[in-house]
Each structure stands twice: as C-alpha cells, then as structure tokens.
C-alpha cells in the first residue's frame, strides 16, 4: 500500500533537519579538497561540479592527487574502484531496510549519495526506510559538499593552515553523533564499536596490512567484524518484527 504524500513530506523534512549537521561537516572537510583542487590546476566550477557527482572524500583526493601527478584515465579509474569500494557493502546494506516493492528509480536515487554519513542515518530509521528521509538528508548534503569544494578553491590558501586544519575536526563530531545512540541501547553495537576502533588502529600500525589500501582495510575490517558479529549476535524474528512500523 502506497504511503499518503504528507507522510514522505514528514519523513523528508526529518531528512532534512538530520541532513544539516552533515552538511556542516562536510562543508568544513570539501573546503580542504577544494585547498587541494586548487593546487592541481582546478578551477571554482569544476571543483563544484566533481564534488557534486563524486560524493566521496577519499575517493575525490586521491583522484586529485592523481590528476595533479599527470595520471592516466585508467590509473585514475582503477584507484576510484578502489578507494570507494565500501560503498558496494553499505549499498547492499542498505538494501535490506528498503521495502521490496520499492520501484527501482528510488533505489538508484539512494545509490547515487550512499556516503558514510548518510548511510549511517539511513540505517538507524526503524523499520522499512521511507526514501524521502535520504532524499532529505541528501539535499542538505550534497550542496554542502559541493560549495565547500568551491569556496576551498575560490580562497586558496589565503586561510591559515592551522584554521583550515580544525575545519576538518567537525566530520569526527558527526560520526560520534551517529554510533553512540544505538551503542547506549545495545551492549552489543557497543562491544562492536570498541572492537572496530580498536581493530583499525592496530590494523594501522601492522606491517602485514601496509600493502593494502585505507580502504580496502576499512572493506576488509567491515567483512569480518559484521560477519563475526551477525554470526555471534543474530537479531531475532520478534526484534525484527518491533521495529517494523
């Protein structure tokens, strides 16, 4: 049964009001990118414009630093492959939380934004997610992040690097603001977001890991700890069945 419009309405206007935080901090991290673009020959517009159709922080620096380093066009694809290759688990992820009759426009309109922020909202709505509260969430985001890359190469390095530094503490805020409300209602999220911050830093520091990229480490940790975790901590039928709407 389809949902009455003024309930996608509701639920976009949470997206929005959720979305804003987001695009604070990723105003604050594209302003560094945009520093970045700069240097590599990025003009305001074209930084504005791969910001907004690349939503990725790693993914976006690292193919600057490969255009600014004369890069091929499959040097430059392969490492995008790489860098962004998490955003394959979280999509599939976020599959589940969709109702199975959703049409498949709504899908691809969620796949094109599925970033870390986003997608750690969009997880945490209970039940089925209502693709308004993403829409939402993205139409803060994503001009947040764009105009951030814009206004980095429209001030350069005009700012001090210390200042353009602590710009860049605020995304870390956000992530704390999104783990510990389900880490406070469930020992188990909890056990598993100290294993996982444990288990990235020692993963940092080991020699045998040095080869693999932040990402594929971040794709390799996500696989085993949310397997371990499924495996160790099913969620049952009834809990399911709770927080369906």
Known sequence: MAKPHSEHALWYRRGLRD??????GYFA???TLGITAKKAGFTAFQAFVCSFTTNASAGQYAG????SAGAGLAEIAIMEAVANARYLLMSAALSQKLDPKM???????IGYDVTDE????????PGYLDPFYTYGAMTMALPGWALGAMFGVICGTILPVSIVSALGVGIYGMFIAIVVPPAKKSRVV????LISAAASFA????????A?????????LTVALAAAAALLFPVKDEEAKEEAP
């Open 19 to 24: 979305g804003v935080p987001i695009a604070l």
């Open 29 to 31: 991290v594209a302003f």
């Open 64 to 67: 600057i630093a490969l255009i």
């Open 103 to 109: 049409p498949f426009f709504h899908r691809f309109l």
């Open 118 to 125: 986003i997608f750690g909202i969009s997880v945490s709505v």
């Open 190 to 193: 909890a056990a598993v977001v």
């Open 203 to 210: 993963v940092s520091k080991l020699a045998v890991f040095a």
């Open 212 to 220: 693999l990229s932040e990402g594929m480490r971040t794709i390799v």
